[in-house]
Structure formats: C-alpha cells, structure tokens
C-alpha cells in the first residue's frame, strides 16, 4: 500500500476527524465490487476472511482503490456513481492505467 494511501487510512488517528470510505476490490473472478464503509481496515479484514455474504464465494479479494469522504452521504453517493456502467467503466481504465 501506498504512502498516499497509508496516511488517508489512518487520518481519523492523526487528525481526530471522522471519515467514510468508498472503496474497490478485486475478487477471484474477476470481477470488482464497490463498497463503502466507515472503517476501512475492517471491512476489507471481513471480506478476506469470507464474513461479508456478497463476496465470500468470490474469494480471494484484495483492495484495490479507495477514496476518503467527510460525510457518509457523500461516499454512498460515491459507491452509487462507481456502481454505474460508466463508473465502471472509468475504474476500470483507472486500475488498468489507460
């Protein structure tokens, strides 16, 4: 994981502020799935660990992309626009570096 990445992670410890993720993963068949959560280090635990029912006969999964919101409002808004034909689309052309 990327220092970008790390200090986004743990910001709510450094700066006492409250966020809410939205976040990809790659899963065994190849598919991604979009999600958000306001604790993103367990989230991804459970999905690992076969505990979240959408993804745990999709097995492995590994976290791919995430993005930090202010408000929950915001990341499910998020999670809702990447859930899109063209949301997907743009992740994909994201993920791939194209």
């Given amino acids: 994981m990327g220092v ?3 200090r986004a992670w743990d910001s709510k410890q450094q700066t006492g502020k409250m966020f809410y993720y939205t976040y990809v993963l ?17 989230r991804v635990s459970g999905h690992q660990a076969g505990k979240v029912p959408a993804t745990s006969n999709r097995l492995p999964v590994q976290l791919e992309y995430y993005e930090a919101c ?8 998020r999670e809702m626009q990447l859930k899109t034909g063209y949301g997907r689309r743009c992740l994909k052309s ?3 570096g194209k």
């Fill in 94 to 96: 994201r993920l791939n």
């Fill in 70 to 77: 202010r408000s929950e409002k915001n990341a499910r808004s």
């Fill in 4 to 6: 970008a990445r790390r």
């Fill in 26 to 42: 790659s899963c065994g068949d190849g598919e991604l799935y979009v999600g958000s959560t306001v604790d993103l280090k367990r």
